[in-house]
C-alpha cells in the first residue's frame, strides 16, 4: 500500500522578506536580517556618537562609508534620564546615528532633506542593512521613536533615479522601530538616500531618522531569499506531488529537492536538467518520480 500521505514537505527560509508597494526599477525593499546583504564589505556602528550633539553629521564618515545628513548628532549620555531611545528598546546600544532636533531642507527635492549613504572611495553598491528608528516623541520622554512614521527611499547612479519608495505609510503598513530595513539591486547603486517622516509634523521638511548596526555589500552576491510562501498539493489522480512558490527574486535560481531519508547527506532534484528555475513571480514544481515510493522529503534551495 502506497502511504502518499507520508509525503512531506521542508522549506528553508528565516527572514521575511518584503515587497514594497512602490518599488520601481531594479532595487527591492526588504525587511529583516540578510535579506539584502549576504556578505558584509564595509559595516558602521556610529560608537563615536555615544553622546553630544557637536559632530558633524553631514560629512561624517566611517568604515569607508560617508553617511551624511543635514544636523549634528543628538544621543544622549547612557547616566542621562531622558534616556532617548529612537529604537524602541529594540537596540540596547546608546551609540547610534540620529539627528538633533532633526535634519531640515528647503523640500523634498533638497539633498538636505535626506540621509545619504555611499563608499567614501566611489565604489558601487550591492546592498545596504541598517536597523531602522526614528526621534519623533509619542507624546512624552521618554517614549520616544512613532510608530506612524514613514521611510521614503531612492537609489542613485550617476546622479539619477534608478529606484524610489516608501515604508511605513499607514495606509498600506505599520513600520515597526527595531526593524531592519534592506535595500538590494542586481546592477548596484552609487548612493541611498533614506529619510524619515511623519504626518503630524510641525514642519514637512524635518526629517528624524535614526540608523545603527549599517552593513554594506560591494559585490553582487544575491541574498538567499526566504521563500514568501507556498502551495504542496498531491494531484489525487496521478500521484505527483507539485509546489507552487510565490515571490520569487529576479537574479536567483531556485529548484526543489528530495531525500527519502532526512540522515541522508545528499538531497537529489527534481526534474527537468537540475531543477534550477530562473526567479521570478511564481514558479512551479512538480516531482513525477514520487509515485510508488513510500516516503519523500522536500526542500526548495535557492542559489
Not at 32 to 49: C, I, M, N, Q, Y
Not at 115 to 133: A, H, L, N, P, Q
Not at 273 to 300: C, E, H, I, K
Request: net charge negative; hydrophobic share 40%.
Amino acid at each position: 500500500m502506497k502511504n502518499f500521505g507520508a509525503i512531506s514537505l521542508v522549506v528553508i527560509g528565516a527572514a521575511c522578506l518584503v515587497f514594497n508597494a512602490h518599488m520601481q526599477a531594479a532595487t527591492i525593499q526588504t525587511r529583516g536580517a540578510g535579506t539584502a546583504v549576504k556578505s558584509v564589505d564595509r559595516s558602521a556602528t556610529f560608537d563615536a556618537l555615544t553622546f553630544g550633539r557637536d559632530i558633524a553629521l553631514s560629512d561624517y564618515t566611517e568604515g569607508g562609508l560617508f553617511v551624511g545628513m543635514n544636523g549634528d548628532s543628538w544621543t544622549i549620555n547612557p547616566n542621562s534620564p531622558a534616556n532617548f531611545d529612537p529604537f524602541g528598546g529594540a537596540n540596547p546600544s546608546r551609540a547610534f546615528y540620529s539627528t538633533y532636533d532633526g535634519a531640515k531642507g528647503t523640500g523634498p527635492a533638497d539633498p538636505n532633506d535626506w540621509t545619504i549613504i555611499r563608499t567614501t572611495d566611489s565604489k558601487k553598491i550591492f546592498g545596504v542593512e541598517f536597523m531602522y528608528g526614528n526621534g519623533w516623541t509619542t507624546g512624552g520622554n521618554p517614549p520616544w521613536g512613532n510608530t506612524q512614521a514613514k521611510v521614503e527611499w531612492q537609489t542613485m547612479t550617476g546622479g539619477n533615479l534608478v529606484s524610489s519608495g516608501i515604508d511605513g505609510d499607514p495606509a498600506i503598513s505599520i513600520l515597526p522601530l527595531g526593524t531592519i530595513l534592506g535595500f538590494y539591486d542586481p546592477a548596484g547603486f552609487d548612493e541611498l538616500w533614506v529619510k524619515c517622516t511623519i504626518a503630524s509634523s510641525f514642519d514637512p521638511n524635518v526629517q528624524d531618522l535614526a540608523l545603527d548596526d549599517l552593513s554594506v555589500m560591494l559585490t553582487n552576491s544575491p541574498p538567499a531569499p526566504t521563500i514568501y510562501g507556498s502551495d504542496f498539493a498531491i494531484d489525487p489522480a496521478t500521484h505527483i506531488p507539485s509546489l507552487a512558490v510565490y515571490g520569487t527574486l529576479v537574479g536567483c535560481q531556485y529548484r526543489m529537492v528530495y531525500t527519502e531519508s532526512l540522515a541522508a547527506s545528499v538531497w537529489n532534484p527534481v526534474m527537468p536538467s537540475g531543477g534550477w528555475q530562473a526567479g521570478g513571480g511564481t514558479l512551479s514544481f512538480t516531482d513525477p518520480g514520487a509515485p510508488g515510493r513510500s516516503l519523500r522529503f522536500y526542500r526548495v534551495e535557492t542559489r
